[in-house]
């Protein structure tokens, strides 16, 4: 279970004072997959962060099954991030190694007890025939279903994916919508996907929150759809689409 | 005209053992300024770049102190820094002057202050979202280096190299004055301070195509690792 109380967040420079999050409670059920929706800046992307230490909060809790994760020592956490992997909205692949080397590579960091095979996670992001391509040589879907076999790779209890659709076009965005859907399927890990997309949360997610200005300003129980619908608008659609079928 | 081309083919064999050892000396000067760039210069960079404001490992008085010495060393006209060096290399070296090891000191340093400056660069322009994607995966500062700085750093890397060799290149001309010899010394002995012009221009000829050799070399290596 993850916990988040009374969490606030500000981003100082010598004269601007951004407040990205402020008094966060969130609550989110193991092996949940959960949304978090907002326009730009509202702080899904600091939220999210929180998870895996990139982020500190000023002040509050954030609590991931029995770590409190903002106040781990380094070699705590670093034992406590092998177990949580995130997908980016830039893939964040490594250019000069293979598809092979960058699903690879969070092994060659840890050790893990009973990690996935390269072969069989390319399999199960459909790119077996990749194996010794280089980035470059792929398209962006294909990137990403890298991105997202490095993320699986070493089952991870927690899955974070920040906009991991919002640089692919909607074609493209459906498989990756799909390769997640069945990863959470399949491993059932907690599952959180920040994105600006409602129909990818729809698509995917249990319950989302909504953020604005950052605050969490509601929770809504998704009513999950088979398939992607196209729709481009934000919080005062994302309830009237979320909670209809 | 072949009577000129044979009087300057035969003066160039004439010259041509004294050439080479001086050749020697200058390889003595580059292989020292070369190892001292990867195995100082290198991690010097990496920790100008590691400890800067607002990354992982941020460090004021490292990154402030290492600024500050590779900022001076950089500053110093070269032939300043050799002079100043004097006393210290008779004191490390037993004698300052009369051979390419002793000039090598100063090299050594200007080799050092110069790379790290590169590698820092190279090290800038790999995109955060690496640094971040190692801190995301728990991995460790060595880790991060090894495993993804200097991965997507590593033609940048190679450039930075061939540019600094080709300047220590140029610096090492500069050692004849504490009687370090090599190839720039020879020419200006012969031709600035004989006036034996050809042989000289034969010699900066010789440069030229070692500069050359340099360049090419380096821009194939960089360019065979890149898979970006
Ligand atoms: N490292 C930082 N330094 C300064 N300000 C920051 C930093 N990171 C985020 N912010 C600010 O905090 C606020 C929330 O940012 P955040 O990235 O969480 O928003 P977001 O909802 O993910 O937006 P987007 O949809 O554009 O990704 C923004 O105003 C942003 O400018
Ligand atoms: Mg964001």
Redesign the interface.
């Known amino acids: 279970m993850i916990q988040i109380q009374e969490v606030n967040k500000t981003f100082r420079d010598e004269d601007t004072h951004v407040y990205a999050l402020r008094d966060i409670h969130l609550t989110i059920d193991k092996g949940e997959a959960f949304g978090v929706i907002g326009e730009s800046g509202a702080g899904k992307s600091t939220l999210l962060r929180l998870l ?1 230490a ?1 982020e500190r909060p000023d002040s509050g809790r954030v609590l991931v099954g029995d770590h409190q994760v903002n106040q781990l020592s380094r070699k705590d ?6 177990d ?3 997908v ?1 909205q ?1 893939f ?1 692949l ?4 293979t598809v092979e080397e960058n699903v690879r ?2 092994l ?3 050790q893990y007890d009973h990690p996935l095979t390269v072969d069989a996670v390319l399999n199960f992001v459909g790119l077996e025939d990749k194996k010794h391509s ?1 980035p ?1 040589q792929l398209s962006g879907g294909q990137k990403q279903r890298v991105g997202i076999a490095r993320a699986l790779i070493s089952r991870p209890t927690l899955l974070l994916c920040d906009e991991p659709t919002s640089a692919l076009d909607q074609n493209t965005t459906e498989e990756i919508v799909n390769v997640l859907k069945k990863a959470h399927e399949v491993f059932g890990m907690t599952i959180i996907v920040v994105t600006h997309e409602l129909a990818v949360i729809k698509a995917l997610c249990d319950r989302s929150a909504v953020m604005e200005d950052g605050r969490i300003v509601d929770i809504v129980s998704v009513q999950k759809s088979a398939e992607l619908t196209d729709f481009k608008s934000y919080h005062e659609r994302a309830i009237e689409v979320l909670t209809h079928a | 005209m072949p009577e000129t081309l044979s009087i300057y083919i035969e003066r160039v064999i004439d010259f041509a053992p004294r050439m080479v050892d001086s050749l020697w000396e200058t390889s003595i000067m580059l292989f020292f300024a070369m190892l001292a760039a990867i195995l100082v210069g290198l991690p010097v960079g990496t920790l100008l770049f590691l400890s800067a404001d607002g990354r992982p490992n941020e460090n004021r008085l490292i990154n402030r102190s290492l600024n500050a010495v590779v900022n001076i060393i950089r500053s110093f006209p070269f032939l300043l820094l050799v002079v100043a060096m004097q006393p210290l290399i008779r004191e490390v070296y037993g004698r300052a002057t009369g051979d390419p090891i002793a000039a090598s000191f100063p090299m050594i340093v200007i080799a050092i202050a110069l790379y790290a400056r590169f590698v820092e660069q190279s090290l800038m322009d790999v995109p955060n979202g690496i640094i971040e994607t190692a801190q995301s995966m728990g991995a460790t500062t060595w880790q991060m280096v090894w495993k993804f700085l200097y991965v997507e750093a590593r033609s940048s890397l190679v450039i930075g190299f061939t540019t600094a060799v080709i300047s220590f290149i140029s610096y090492s001309t500069i050692m004849g004055v504490v009687g370090g010899g090599g190839i720039g010394d020879f020419a200006i002995r012969y031709g600035y301070q004989r006036y034996e012009t050809d042989i000289m221009y034969t010699a900066i000829i010789v440069i030229i195509i070692l500069v050359e050799v340099f360049q090419w070399f380096g821009l194939r290596l960089a360019k065979s690792i890149d898979k970006r």
Do not use: D, I
């Open positions: 895996n990139l956490l670093r034992a406590y991030q092998k949580v992997s995130m980016f830039q964040n490594l250019n000069n190694k590579l969070p060659t960091l840890h280089y470059s």
